[in-house]
């Protein structure tokens, strides 16, 4: 068990690729994987964050709350800009310059705290932005959305909430709790929790790609472009961010994964409902939803060989 753990960490990013790739060119080989079970998988991811951390994980974070501020203020203006300036200068017509927008316009979703944890990055900081960029969501993502479009969309604010609930803080408080309880023997399995969050991965990865691997091969090869340079500067500039205010390790791994991981569903989602007449709107986020996943699994293992360097060279 410990050799597949050790070779799940080593090769999670060729894993990840592997399953993108065999979900994109043969969807009927994953389409068993239903999208409704992706809440179910996180809600498993965060089960076992839980039962990584302890409470005052949380207490030094927000007992210190400037890193949550730079990361949350970050969210809301590098990937609007970011998704703005990329749309206009690669000529986007006006639908897919509003599905990507959207993308920029929505905050950081609970996929970022599950790679933030597989990164070895400090969670604790990233689930804090996420619940409180979330929080903002109802109010800026409109705001942001009339500046850069001139026009309007509906953010469900109790959907939204109700979901960060479900989702990430009753997994995670479960953790804590059986943690606290029984962490004599969950010390014991501690190792494998990550092997556990990799198989979640994947089987999301398979399901979002399978079935939206129609809509994906037929799209133009520039919105695919687009995606990626926003997901990577994204990555970018939170990492920089991160330095500039002389951010550790972990912390700096936290805001560049939350920066550049967006809830990618919920602009998709507006998408659809604001622009009903712009069938095309919609792409970008479901583009998004399957590259930022690839990507962060690749970003986890960079961030995770780095950290593995930096104890030879100690």
């Known amino acids: 068990m410990k050799k597949i753990s050790d070779f ?10 592997a399953i993108a790739a065999l979900a994109l060119f043969l969807p009927g080989t994953c389409l068993w994987i239903q999208t409704k079970w992706i809440n179910y998988l996180l809600m498993i991811i965060m089960f076992g964050m839980g039962l990584t ?3 005052s994980d949380f207490a030094v974070v927000f007992m210190q709350p400037r890193d949550i501020i730079v990361g949350c203020l970050a969210q809301f203006i590098v990937m609007p800009l970011l998704a703005f300036a990329l749309g206009r200068a690669f000529g986007l017509s006006n639908e897919l310059l509003a599905g990507v927008v959207l993308v920029g316009t929505c905050p950081g979703g609970t996929s970022s705290n599950v790679i933030t944890y597989l990164s070895k ?7 804090g932005m996420t619940s409180i960029n979330t929080l903002l969501a109802p109010f800026l993502t409109p705001m942001l959305t009339y500046l850069y479009l001139r026009t309007s969309v509906e953010v469900d604010v109790r959907s939204m909430f109700m979901s960060i609930i479900q989702v990430v803080i009753i997994p995670i408080g479960l953790g804590l709790i059986i943690n ?6 969950i010390r014991k399995i ?8 990799v198989t979640a ?14 809509k994906i091969l037929s799209t133009g090869l520039i919105i695919f472009v687009i995606v990626i340079l926003h997901n990577l500067l994204g990555y970018l500039c939170g ?7 002389k951010m550790d390790m972990p912390r700096k791994k936290a805001v560049s994964i939350e920066i550049g991981m967006q809830n990618s569903g919920l602009a998709t989602s507006l998408a659809a409902s604001a622009f009903p007449d712009m069938a095309m709107a919609t792409v970008p986020g479901a583009i998004f939803s399957v590259w930022h996943n690839i990507s962060g699994a690749v970003l986890a293992g960079i961030f995770r060989r780095m950290d593995s360097a930096e104890k030879q060279d100690s």
């Open 8 to 17: 799940v960490g080593k090769y999670m990013a060729w894993i990840v690729l």
């Open 53 to 55: 951390m302890k409470l």
């Open 121 to 127: 990055g400090d969670t604790a900081l990233s689930i």
């Open 180 to 185: 606290r309880l029984f962490e004599k023997y």
């Open 190 to 197: 501690r190792y494998y929790l990550p092997t556990v969050s």
């Open 201 to 214: 991965i994947c089987l999301i990865v398979a399901a979002v790609v399978s079935h939206n691997s129609e």
């Open 239 to 245: 990492y920089l961010i991160g330095v500039l205010f």
